[in-house]
């Protein structure tokens, strides 16, 4: 014999009395009571670890975590909106690369740079030539899967940009074999192979910005030293750092930025007496290592391009000396390169935050000190103001043999060529299919030579899809 089917809420008849029951007055008041301190406490607890002080031992981080679940949340909702650039109709209509004459550009050599694609829901990173600016290459790693396993101790991560459809490629380093070194702005350090398939993964410490080789196999990235060296700071103080390591990633040397300002007695630097307190005080982008002697500078010293302090800086790993250092005339800049024997090339925002939000002044620049002469001059401006350069954060600059540059325009999305004699050649604006402009991620210019041998190799290389 068949039992009547019962109703879907016939499951909470057996909780009528408890949950129609009578209840004290006294006891509401007392649970409202209970309620009003635990909420006290946790928020007491939030609110030690944002000021450092620790007083709830570890419920003191687990009470953070718990209270940026919704932020987490709804980052990751909304993370192909965030990756789309905010001055979308700058350059209305324009998408892709483009030719300014229809020609070739007559430049040697490619370029590595990375687009995302909200298509595929990630970045793609590409190699083209820059002769005619078509692909010859691409790398599609997939972020989510490599970075599984990555370890999330660091205070400083923002770990919603652990995944594929966050994870924007920053200044991917082409091995010999046809693999990258790829990271994003901050996360593991990670070799990929030709096919974009993990060849290793380093998470012991956070790589940032810049990767740059220091003419012997290795090379210097910036990344962030936790816990810092540096007494009295909040955990969440962001201390930036110099990292050595090898070709397999192995790190040869970590210093902390924080603990060599102090210690050369630069702390006001980074550190202000009023009540406006920054997690990120210095911000370093950029480590650009020196290869040769010179009258101002020795084979080994680094040049380091610090943001938010307006400041650059020559310093000696070897004898731990700042040789030399500069606070403007270029204002939250990016990119620091050596021209010469005597000259150095700064990607200059030009960007300031006056209490309205960060403005460019006119429009980016590259700024050249010579020290022969301790004067700075602007080569460049007439071009970069001839086509809008307006770089409120990020951009990048690079020198081609001849005398050509490549500037990347970060806010708009934007990568430009030009000729010696300032003239565009060659522009790329992401602009996808549904007509928004998406970001872009640091590129890098590869010689002729050297990419032509990756290339071989890359030919050479059997990937599971077929690529």
């Not at 005619?132 to 790398?139: E, L």
């Not at 650009?288 to 790993?317: C, E, K």
Request: aromatic residues 10%; proline residues 5%; glycine residues 8%.
């Amino acid at each position: 014999m068949l039992r009547p089917r019962l109703p879907w809420y016939w499951i909470l008849l057996p909780m009528r009395r408890i949950l129609f029951a009578k209840i004290e007055v006294w006891v509401v008041l007392f649970l409202a009571l209970v309620g009003i301190l635990a909420a006290v406490l946790f928020a007491g607890a939030v609110l030690s670890v944002e000021r450092g002080r620790h007083q709830f031992g570890r419920a003191g981080p687990a009470a953070l975590a718990i209270a940026e679940i919704p932020i987490t949340l709804e980052k990751l909702a909304k993370a192909a909106q965030d990756m789309q650039i905010r001055l979308n109709g700058r350059f209305d209509g324009e998408a892709g690369w483009s030719l300014s004459e229809d020609r070739p550009t007559g430049l040697p050599g490619y370029l590595i740079y990375s687009y995302f694609d909200p298509d595929a829901g990630s970045s793609v990173i590409e190699m083209v030539s820059l002769n005619d600016v078509s692909p010859v290459h691409q790398w599609r790693p997939d972020m989510t899967d490599i970075l599984r396993d990555a370890q999330r101790t660091t205070h400083a991560t923002q770990f919603e940009n652990w995944v594929s459809a966050r994870f924007r490629q920053f200044h991917p380093y082409l091995m010999a074999d046809g693999g990258l070194l790829i990271k994003e702005t901050t996360s593991p350090l990670i070799r990929i192979d030709a096919c974009a398939r993990p060849v290793w993964m380093r998470d012991r410490v956070m790589f940032h910005h810049s990767t740059e080789s220091d003419g012997g196999g290795g090379f210097w990235i910036p990344g962030l030293k936790e816990p810092s060296p540096v007494a009295r700071v909040v955990p969440k103080f962001r201390d930036d750092s110099l990292v050595h390591v090898t070709a397999d990633g192995d790190i040869l040397a970590e210093i902390s930025m924080g603990d060599m300002l102090i210690r050369h007695g630069l702390e006001p630097l980074i550190f202000s007496a009023d009540n406006q307190y920054r997690f990120d005080p210095m911000h370093l982008n950029d480590i650009q290592p020196v290869l040769n002697d010179g009258p101002y500078w020795r084979a080994g010293d680094l040049f380091l391009s610090f943001r938010h302090i307006s400041t650059v800086m020559l310093y000696r790993p070897s004898t731990d000396e700042i040789v030399w250092w500069k606070q403007g005339p270029w204002m939250g800049q990016h990119d620091v390169d050596i021209l010469d024997n005597h000259r150095i090339a700064v990607f200059n925002n030009n960007a300031s935050n006056r209490g309205i939000g960060g403005r460019v002044n006119g429009s980016s620049d590259i700024s050249v000190y010579d020290f022969a002469t301790d004067r700075v001059s602007h080569p460049y401006a007439a071009a970069m103001a001839r086509e809008s350069v307006e770089a409120r954060s990020e951009g990048l600059y690079t020198l081609l043999p001849g005398g050509a540059f490549i500037v990347e325009d970060h806010n708009s999305g934007r990568v430009l060529v030009f000729s010696a004699e300032g003239r565009k050649l060659a522009q790329f604006i992401n602009r996808q299919a549904d007509g928004n402009v998406y970001q872009i991620g640091w590129g890098r210019y590869v010689d002729q030579a050297e990419g032509d041998r990756a290339l071989k190799r890359i030919a050479q290389t059997a990937c599971a899809d077929g690529e």
